[in-house]
């Protein structure tokens, strides 16, 4: 066995689980789940059949990830986050053939007790502020909070806040890495080092 599990965690057969990922107490990944290398699955995390999720991502305590939902490496899920599959779910309906794929894009940050709305694409290195409802798609770098969440400024890839409006022109540098970004509209580049 490449990863490591503790004895109350379940592990259905056909699960692909890579090298050096932890999943731990209580945690259930499904016989479909495909993931990737040195993950790590807090307590009480669910992965469903239909889920793809990439290198060393980390799901805090309490998060289900359900069918359609794809996290590349790199991703951040915070404690008690959501996700959801079905727009309109009702009980009495079954909808198990309209689910609306979520794509959590590298490196993005999903703040502790945040949605997502089924069919988002959150954007890399995105930050979604703790607490948030994400019901659209979210740009690169973009840091959102609020119910619905809204765009308020920009994140560098260290996950610093960048001095940049929310969307217009200008230059800022990440002040952990001095790496310059710049903003032009509503997108996000990151430039080479400045010189």
């Known amino acids: 066995m490449s990863h490591w599990q503790h004895a109350s ?5 056909g699960a692909a689980i890579g090298e050096g990922t932890k999943v731990w107490h209580f945690a259930h990944v499904c016989a479909g789940a495909r993931i990737g290398a040195g993950c790590s699955l807090g307590q009480g995390v669910y992965v469903g059949n ?22 590349e490496d790199d991703v951040f899920c915070g404690p008690s986050m959501v996700f959801t599959n ?13 689910y ?4 959590v894009r590298q490196g ?3 703040g502790a007790n945040c949605t997502v709305v089924c069919g988002a694409t959150i954007g890399r290195y995105a930050f979604v502020g703790a607490g948030a409802v994400v ?10 909070v609020g119910v619905p969440a809204r765009r308020i400024g920009w994140m560098s890839l260290h996950g610093e806040r960048l001095a940049l409006p929310a969307s217009g022109h200008g230059e800022a540098t990440c002040p952990a890495t001095g790496d310059l970004y710049r903003l032009d509209g509503e997108t996000l580049t990151r430039c080479s080092s400045p010189t």
Request: net charge neutral; charged share 20%.
């Open 9 to 13: 965690a379940i592990v259905d057969d």
């Open 50 to 71: 239909d889920v793809n999720i990439g290198r060393n991502v980390k799901i805090q305590n309490n998060v289900s990830v359900y069918d359609a939902v794809t996290l």
């Open 100 to 103: 609306r794929p979520t794509l």
């Open 86 to 98: 079905v727009y309109n779910p009702r009980s009495a309906v079954t909808r198990k053939h309209e």
């Open 135 to 144: 019901t659209g798609s979210v740009p690169d770098f973009a840091l959102v």
């Open 108 to 110: 993005a940050t999903l």
